[in-house]
Nanobody, 115 residues
Framework: QVQLVESGGGLVQAGGSLRLSCEASINIASITHMAWYRQAPGKQRELVARIINGRMVNYAESVKGRFTVSRDNAKKMVYLQMNSLEAEDTAVYSC?????????WGKGTQVTVSS
């Protein structure tokens, strides 16, 4: 069983920054697909950013140029640096990993951006 634990969420003013962290319970060097998703109240969960094969990175159009996803295999960590935050970024952010044919999710961390 893979466990993913997010941290770093909180309340921030519009224009501010936050760095989310996701710690995995296993070595992530061999995990080809890791990602951050978010779900705002009353909305469907959406992909924010993902890393494929450790190098290819994709972002949602709404966060391009503001968010940066990265990973540190040695620390078993995936990060999401969020800059120039907007009220529309308010959501629960969850870490995702695809391992051995199964989807694995963290419980999420709340990000609230005040305007």
């Amino acid at each position: 069983q893979v466990q993913l634990v997010e941290s770093g969420g909180g309340l921030v003013q519009a224009g501010g920054s936050l760095r989310l962290s996701c710690e995995a319970s296993i070595n992530i060097a061999s995990i080809t697909h890791m990602a951050w998703y978010r779900q705002a109240p009353g909305k469907q969960r959406e992909l924010v950013a993902r890393i494929i094969n450790g190098r290819m990175v994709n972002y949602a159009e709404s966060v391009k140029g503001r968010f940066t996803v990265s990973r540190d295999n040695a620390k078993k960590m995936v990060y999401l640096q969020m800059n120039s935050l907007e009220a529309e970024d308010t959501a629960v952010y969850s870490c995702y990993a695809y391992v051995l044919g199964r989807d694995h999710w963290g419980k999420g961390t709340q990000v609230t951006v005040s305007s």
